[in-house]
Structures are given as structure tokens and as C-alpha cells.
Nanobody, 123 residues
């Protein structure tokens, strides 16, 4: 079993920045894809970004490309999502997830999920 714990959410003004963290316990991220998803009130969960733990390749949704950066710390078994130039439409609960061994943006293909962290961007 893998336990994922997100942190770093909060309230920020438009144009501001936040850094989300996701720490894993029970198993390392090694060899797996790690993803971030978000769900706004009344909307479906959407893919935000993913990182391939082995090679470090990153993948982003078009809506966040150029503003968000996904990174990892192998030693801490932790990933980070640096979010810059935040917009009100970025407001959502952000979830960290892992499980796949190949690149995918489909949430159902991820086996383990964190509890989520709220990000609110005011205009």
C-alpha cells in the first residue's frame, strides 16, 4: 500500500504562486508515474501534470503549461508542483496520485490517491 499526503494549498491572489508537495510512504515512487489532478466544485476531475519517476520526464495539461512546474526529490520520495501566475480558474482541490508505469492522463489508471489540498485563487 502507498500513502500519499499533499500539502501546500491555500489562498492566494491572482498572479501569485504556491508550491504543492506530495510525500509518499509505504512504497517509493521509483518506477512509477506520479500525477497531479484537480477538481473544481461541480466539475469533473482533470489531469494537471505528471512526472515519470525513472526518467524525470514531465507532462502538462495545456491550461497550466508554462506556469506550473513538476519536480521531484528522490531522497525524500516527494514531488512538488510549483504553481506560478495563478488564475482564479486554477481554484480547485488538487490531488496527488500514482500507480501507472506508463504515461497516462486518465485518472482511473492511477491506483493511489492523496486526500487532496485546496487551492483558492482570488481575483
Amino acid at each position: 500500500q502507498v500513502q500519499l499526503v499533499e500539502s501546500g494549498g491555500g489562498l492566494v491572489q491572482a498572479g501569485g504562486s504556491l508550491r504543492l508537495s506530495c510525500a509518499a510512504s509505504g512504497r517509493t515512487f521509483s518506477g512509477y508515474l506520479v500525477g497531479w489532478f484537480r477538481q473544481a466544485p461541480g466539475k469533473e476531475r482533470k489531469f494537471v501534470a505528471a512526472i515519470s519517476w525513472s526518467g524525470g520526464s514531465t507532462y502538462y495539461a495545456d491550461s497550466v503549461k508554462g506556469r506550473f512546474t513538476f519536480s521531484r526529490d528522490n531522497a525524500k520520495n516527494t514531488v512538488y508542483l510549483q504553481m506560478n501566475s495563478l488564475k482564479p480558474e486554477d481554484t480547485a482541490v488538487y490531488y496527488c496520485a500514482t500507480g501507472p508505469r506508463v504515461v497516462t492522463t486518465e485518472g482511473y489508471q492511477y491506483d493511489y490517491w492523496g486526500q487532496g489540498t485546496q487551492v483558492t485563487v482570488s481575483s
